[in-house]
C-alpha cells in the first residue's frame, strides 16, 4: 500500500471513530437525562433538567432534546451505519 493510500485509510477510519463516538456520547447523554427524569416522574422537572444542563454545559437544549429522543428510539445502541449523518438518525 503507497503512503497516498495508507493516508487516505486513515483519514475515513478516523472519521469513522469520531462519528461512532459522537453516537455513542450522544446516546449516553440522552439515556443519562431520560433515566434522571424517570425516577422523578414529572414532566416540568425534565423541561427544568434540560434546561439547566444547556446552560451549564454550554450547549442547546434542541441538542439535548434530539439526544433524549435518540436514546428513547434507541433504547439499545448497536452499531450504526456509518454513511449516515447525526440528522438523519434522529
Known amino acids: 500500500m503507497n503512503g497516498k493510500a495508507l493516508a487516505s485509510l486513515r483519514s475515513s477510519l478516523l472519521k469513522i471513530l469520531t462519528f461512532e463516538g459522537i453516537v455513542r456520547t450522544k446516546h449516553a447523554i ?48 448497536c452499531l450504526i451505519e456509518t454513511q449516515f449523518s447525526w440528522r438523519y438518525i434522529v
Open 30 to 77: 440522552g439515556k443519562r437525562i431520560l433515566e434522571d427524569i424517570l425516577k422523578f416522574d414529572r414532566a416540568e422537572y425534565g423541561q427544568k433538567t434540560i434546561a439547566n444542563l444547556a446552560k451549564d454545559l454550554n450547549v442547546s437544549k434542541r441538542d439535548l432534546y434530539r439526544c433524549t429522543q435518540f436514546a428513547e428510539k434507541y433504547p439499545e445502541l
